[in-house]
């Protein structure tokens, strides 16, 4: 028996910055046929209202450090002023939104990153059971379509700043047993890239055995190993596809003419 098909797509600052993008955006989302999930994080708006407030972001080795002040702003920026926008913004649209942090129907819970070598203080990881699966389809099937935060909770009333690409997987991989799902990642490239300085130069189709050979000839090289390292994963664990791409060429998704697909 086939399964329905459902795409979860994840978004970030350079849609979420730009008035125009994340207008133009939601559009296409909204013409996606079928079930979906849109999953974001938060962009510049949290790190310029802190310091607008005086507080200053601490980032180690790319991540945000959330301490207590830090978790105000963001819970504000993240599940509210975003989140609440983007809701409105797919209403006004037709389309029939639901936002969510991870603590409403309990649908991520999370643990606290225990401390090593560095405090992140209130940053969540998440485990094999963080996603209520059955509420996120009771959503989709009432006509609701979810679109998460980058927050999240750990069961006992404490909020947690989660990695959106991080929800945005683990929500892929949650939902996978029940629908046949793909996972879309949106950022400023086309997606993998043969050249780094040609934007036309995309690699289509990924498959995990070719991965090796592409970081080894260096054309997949820095901060996109660790974005396939998580999409084969996702595909491991049942996902269908992950595709990488950037978010102004979403309409060509089904038309497999979508940014890079990494594939079994």
Request: glycine share 10%.
């Amino acid at each position: 028996m086939n399964k329905e098909k459902l795409t979860v797509i994840k978004i970030g600052g350079n849609v979420i910055d730009n008035s125009e993008n994340l207008h133009n955006f939601l559009e296409d989302f909204h013409a996606l046929p079928g079930f979906k999930i849109l999953v974001h994080g938060g962009g510049k708006v949290a790190t310029d209202l802190a310091k607008s407030l005086g507080i200053e972001a601490t980032m180690v080795e790319g991540r945000r450090v959330t301490d207590i002040e830090m978790l105000r702003i963001v819970t504000m920026v993240y599940a509210g002023l975003i989140n609440k926008n983007m809701v409105a913004q797919l209403q006004a649209r037709g389309c029939n939104a639901i936002g969510l942090s991870g603590a409403d129907g309990n649908v991520i819970k999370a643990q606290k990153r225990p401390v090593k070598d560095v405090d992140y203080g209130f940053v969540g990881d998440l485990h094999d059971d963080s996603v209520a699966t059955g509420t996120l389809e009771s959503l989709l099937r009432a006509g609701l379509v979810p679109v998460c935060c980058a927050i999240t909770h750990d069961g006992d009333s404490q909020l947690l700043n989660t990695n959106a690409d991080t929800i945005a997987s683990a929500v892929a991989v949650a939902m996978s047993p029940v629908f046949d799902t793909s996972l879309v990642y949106c950022f400023e490239k086309k997606g993998v890239l043969r050249d780094v300085n040609d934007d036309d130069s995309v690699v289509r189709e990924i498959r995990a055995e070719e991965f090796e050979q592409l970081k080894q000839d260096g054309t997949v090289a820095g901060g996109m190993i660790p974005k396939l390292h998580n999409a084969f994963e996702a595909i491991r664990k049942g996902v269908e596809a992950v595709y990488i791409g950037k978010a102004d060429e979403l309409p060509a998704l089904h038309a497999a003419r979508f940014g890079t697909r990494m594939a079994r």
